[in-house]
């Protein structure tokens, strides 16, 4: 199964000093071993470069370097896959953004959506579970959510 992986994941995958980073790590590492597949979204990538890169004095940066940046979306990119941003994917985020009447920061969930729905991906692994609840065909889990309810669908 095809597991869209968040930006707030992502970042912790990488911060040590997080209180869920081993958590996240045994989690995504538990997922690939039980034959998940591993995605995110061009959008989550520059999601994760924005804060990684933004001054650590700034609101929720990290001030981690060009480079070091770089090397951390290389190992998402061979960890996991981009899912493709397919020409449907606007017409299905306009059509959300105008059905759920979506304003402010939602609109990039509404978009992470669109782009798992045009990609057939049903499930994300996200910090913000309660963001996507208004999307009835998609399963939202936390990090801890993850383990058990997706071992349990590998098992089935």
Known sequence: MH????TGVLLRLFDQSDAMHQAIRSMLQLLRNEGHTLSTTSQNIAEFWNVSTRPASARGGYGQSVELTE?????IERVGTILADQPGAYQEWRRLV???KIQGVSVHDARLVATMRVNSVTTII????RDFSRYLDITALSPEEACTSLKLQKND
């Open 3 to 6: 597991v869209l992986v968040d």
């Open 71 to 75: 090397r951390r979306v290389q190992f």
């Open 98 to 100: 105008t059905q759920h």
């Open 126 to 129: 996200t910090l913000n579970a």
